[in-house]
């Protein structure tokens, strides 16, 4: 038995993980305007409750002064404003909601994931690769963080785990080269997924953002179209440094989608609410623990009505 | 990292010393976009509100008084703050514990504990010379225990022997052990990554401080951190009771108000800075350099610079042209106090002038406070005109009449007086040198230069 279904499943952990904010949410709002009308008061104090969720001050106003042009003035439920600011936080997201789509006639399709240190992206991989393998695909790990001490091994380790080969060089080898015999194996082999970590890098460090430029340009020596995915992978703790995180990927690493990591936690990673709005990066997954199978495709309308503290 | 923050709260004092006198609704704007600002630096929006109450209440208040700016008033008083917030001074990691001294560091996943256990190894072992073993309790993660173990062969720390299948705390006991048995003067725990809501993992971190009872129980934050910073950081201290801070990835571009949110709720002193993935990059947090940079010492500067250009002009150059004729008495020695008082007390002014930190603790020691200001204008609004511009007539019952007047002793009065003439006696000696203004320049740096009525009695 895994270990989410002994913990009754994602969701109910991933609402579990919300019971917190959701009852300071519910209660929040239920104190202010249950049987009242919506007044000035009561909206500040909803924009608020959205700052805490990390929606950032511009986009949790902004989705205030909304609610108030349809409701202001007018007796309305606690289940009513909630529900109607969940649906105007799904109707943000729906648009960016799309699963990682593995395109057959890439042989291997090769998903680069890049991201800030420590944000989840070896776990996602080997989250990723169980995935992969439990659809029938044959899936090959490729360790390019060659950088930081037993990165290696912890790729290695998912390799065991996930039934999947991985290709190593010794540390402090440049990653390019390890990207370059990745393809070349993968190739040879007929793999059809590559999944190829990568060392955690801040994306205001520009030697590190050039070293991952270096290593699409060495893949693209053997296979011009990749990578098929470049995938930013997101901490749900992390607050409005997204913002740069993802402007500074996207412009220099092109990336494709977006992994957002440790949802289970107490953070609620409403950032993304911003993120959907200004950038429209598609959001692959979430994840939601740190074993294989504690990752999930996004579902739009229950992170909204889980960031609102109403049932999905 | 901080420096987003800094210019962004450059562009709000910009707004406000530009503008020049305010009113009372102008402190509310200023606020306001104080408010935003540090919302957007990541701030917990409880700890902003409490912040911004807190400066509001102190800014009505001393809104009234002439010369200063309501923009100045809030410039001093939000850097103000916010040095107190972060907390007063340096705080190093407590090592003051018969040996071996544990540390115990704890956190979220991927905040950056293991290499933080690494770094501050190696900077015990090569700063304080200090026989250090590290033990990595990480039985969870894919090859945690190696991390932690490369790490030590690379800054040539000792790590504790890796044994499969042993729990964290049957591998602390075995730590401490060991570290008994062979005279290490520290041993440093690295746990496994854990979120604050994750009861079990909690209660295996409450073991684990209750086998090791750590000296320093570090949680290590990101510096990234978002809203959550205040929650994660309030149930890490509930349950397992934290000593102290690790702020790692200070090298990002983020704003880095985590830092207060964390140090807000918990009350524990931030003691490190994670400043790259060397390991050599961990710096000791300096409060004041901090919030400095959090507000942009260049325009607080310069703010001052306005501050001093407020002081009323005609008092200065009344009080400069007595000077020059040798005269002195209470009454100049009042206005100074209230120029002073004016600038936002000594206290504003002495924080608002860079690198005064040492100066300030200097005066806290000799418990010179803007409290003092207040007594002495006190005692001398107690006294007649007379009295007050011939000192030499107050006798004994002159001083009782003066002390019940200002609510003060004879021996405040007395003090008050002497250090009145210390005062006259220097103004004399300035003129003679030929110098003459009435603040005496560079009072910043020396304290020997303060007017003598601030300085402490001997
Ligand atoms: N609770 C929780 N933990 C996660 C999740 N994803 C990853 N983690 C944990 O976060 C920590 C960091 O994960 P890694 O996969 O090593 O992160 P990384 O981005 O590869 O880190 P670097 O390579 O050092 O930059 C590990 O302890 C993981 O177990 C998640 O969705 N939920
Ligand atoms: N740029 C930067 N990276 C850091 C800093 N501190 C740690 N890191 C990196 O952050 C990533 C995670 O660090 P770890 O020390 O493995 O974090 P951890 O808290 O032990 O992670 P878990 O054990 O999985 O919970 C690694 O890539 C480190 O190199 C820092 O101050 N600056
Ligand atoms: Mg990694
Ligand atoms: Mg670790």
Avoid at chain 1, 121 to 131: C, E, F, M, V
Avoid at chain 2, 249 to 275: E, F, H, N
Wanted: charged content about 25%.
């Amino acid at each position: 038995m895994s270990e989410s279904d002994q913990r009754g499943g994602w969701l109910k952990r991933l609402r579990s993980g919300l019971q917190k904010s959701a009852t300071r949410l519910s209660t929040g709002i239920g104190d202010i305007i249950t049987k009242r009308k919506l007044d000035e008061q009561a909206l500040s104090d909803i924009e608020e409750l959205l700052i805490t969720a990390d929606l950032g001050v511009e986009v949790a106003s902004r989705l205030t002064r909304n609610l108030a042009k349809s409701r202001f003035g007018k007796e309305v439920s606690d289940e009513e404003i909630r529900t109607a600011m969940a649906d105007d936080i799904e109707r943000i997201l729906a648009p960016v909601t799309a699963p990682l789509i593995i395109e057959p006639d890439h042989r291997p399709h090769v998903i680069l994931v890049v991201g800030v240190n420590g944000a989840g992206k070896t776990t996602t991989i080997g989250k990723l690769a169980s995935r992969f393998r439990q659809q029938g695909y044959s899936v090959m790990l490729a360790a390019g963080d060659t950088f930081r001490a037993a990165a290696i091994e912890q790729l290695q380790i998912w390799g065991e785990r996930t039934g999947c080969t991985v290709i190593t060089r010794p540390a402090g080898t440049d990653p390019a080269a390890v990207a370059y015999a990745a393809i070349e194996q993968a190739k040879a082999a007929a793999t059809d997924i590559l999944l190829l970590d990568t060392a955690g890098r801040l994306h205001n460090k520009a030697n590190l953002m050039a070293e991952l430029q270096k290593i699409v340009r060495v893949m693209r020596k053997l296979d011009e179209s990749a990578p098929h995915n470049c995938l930013l992978v997101l901490d749900a703790t992390t607050g409005q440094n997204a913002h740069a995180q993802v402007d500074t990927f996207r412009e220099l690493a092109s990336i494709t989608g977006l992994v957002v990591t440790k949802l289970d936690g107490s953070a609620r990673g409403g950032i993304i609410v911003a993120l959907a709005e200004r950038f429209g990066v598609p959001i692959h997954a979430i994840g939601v623990g740190e074993s294989e199978d504690d990752l999930r495709p996004f579902e739009p309308r229950d992170f909204a009505r889980s960031l609102m503290g109403l049932n999905p | 990292m901080f420096e987003s923050l800094t210019s962004r709260l450059g562009e709000v004092f910009d707004g406000l010393t530009r503008r020049g006198a305010l009113s009372e609704s102008d402190i509310k704007t200023a606020l306001r976009d104080v408010r935003v600002a540090l919302l957007e630096a990541d701030v917990a929006l409880p700890v902003v509100k409490e912040f911004i109450a807190g400066i509001e209440t102190q800014a009505t208040g001393q809104a009234v008084i002439k010369s200063v700016t309501p923009g100045q008033m809030v410039v001093k008083i939000v850097h103000d703050r916010l040095i107190e917030m972060l907390g007063a001074e340096v705080s190093e990691i407590n090592l003051n514990a018969a040996p071996p001294v544990p540390i115990l560091m704890v956190g979220l996943q991927g905040s950056g504990k293991t290499t933080t256990t690494a770094k501050l190894g190696k900077q015990l072992v090569e700063k304080h010379r200090r026989k250090v073993l590290m033990a990595s309790l990480d039985v969870r993660r894919p090859a945690a225990q190696e991390q932690l173990r490369v790490l030590g062969d690379q800054v040539l720390v000792p790590t504790l022997d890796i044994v499969v299948g042993e729990s964290p705390v049957k591998i602390t006991e075995r730590a401490m052990r060991k570290a008994r048995q062979e005279g290490y003067d520290v041993v440093l725990l690295d746990t496994a990554g854990r979120l604050s809501i994750d009861d079990e993992l909690m209660a295996e971190a409450a073991a684990v401080r209750d086998a090791a009872k750590p000296v320093e129980t570090l949680l290590v934050a990101d510096a990234m951190t978002g809203q959550d910073a205040v929650n994660t950081a309030r149930a890490f201290h509930e349950r397992i009771g934290l000593t102290g801070i690790a702020l790692t990835r200070v090298d990002g571009d983020a704003r880095g108000g985590a830092a207060l949110s964390i140090r807000a709720v918990t009350g524990c002193p931030i003691k490190l800075l994670g400043v790259g993935e060397n390991l050599d990059a961990l710096e000791p947090f300096h409060p004041e350099r901090i919030a400095s940079r959090i507000l942009g010492m260049g325009d607080v500067v310069s703010l001052v610079e306005k501050a001093a250009e407020t002081v009323n002009r005609d008092d200065a150059e009344k009080l400069a042209a007595r000077l020059q004729k040798g005269q002195f008495d209470l009454e100049d020695m009042l206005s100074q106090l209230q120029q002073l008082k004016k600038m936002g007390g000594l206290g504003g002014v002495m924080s608002l002038l860079p690198g005064v930190a040492k100066v300030k603790k200097q005066l806290a020691a000799h418990s010179v406070d803007d409290g003092l200001i207040k007594r002495q204008e006190a005692i001398i609004f107690s006294m007649t005109r007379g009295e007050r511009l011939r000192p030499a007539i107050i006798k004994a019952s002159r001083k009782k009449r003066i002390a019940t007047g200002a609510g003060a002793s004879v021996q405040e009065v007395n003090k008050l007086l002497k250090q009145f003439q210390q005062m006259q006696g220097m103004m004399k000696r300035m003129r003679k040198m030929g110098r003459k203004g009435a603040l005496p320049p560079g009072m910043a740096g020396d304290l020997s230069a303060l007017p003598p009525g601030l300085m402490p009695p001997r």
